[in-house]
């Protein structure tokens, strides 16, 4: 019973933790991806150069940032996976 309570108490942890690195893609992105994007391509404002990225989806997105590509470094500079996606997330919403 005890184990139960625990694994529940994890779980709500792991939602609550997933939405807070979600809700830090702004921060995740201008310390770690705004730097090249507002100055190498594509570019943020490059809305076009980002439709072939953006048709990848999400996932692929996150794929690609974690292995890096070109000059971008894997993770491109984010400390995890989470921080990763969640940069992505907010990404997509500036360039779409």
Do not use: N
């Amino acid at each position: 019973m005890k184990l139960s309570v625990f694994a529940g108490a994890l779980a709500s942890f792991a939602l609550i933790a997933g939405s807070a690195a979600a809700a830090d893609g702004k921060a995740v992105f201008d310390k770690s991806c705004a730097g090249c994007h507002k100055a190498m391509s594509p570019k943020v404002t490059e809305k076009d150069k980002w439709k072939p990225i953006l048709a990848k989806g999400t996932d692929g997105m996150v794929a690609s940032v974690m292995k890096g590509k070109g000059p971008m470094p894997a993770k491109g500079g984010a400390a995890s996976e989470a921080d990763v996606r969640a940069a992505v997330e907010y990404l997509e919403t500036l360039v779409k």
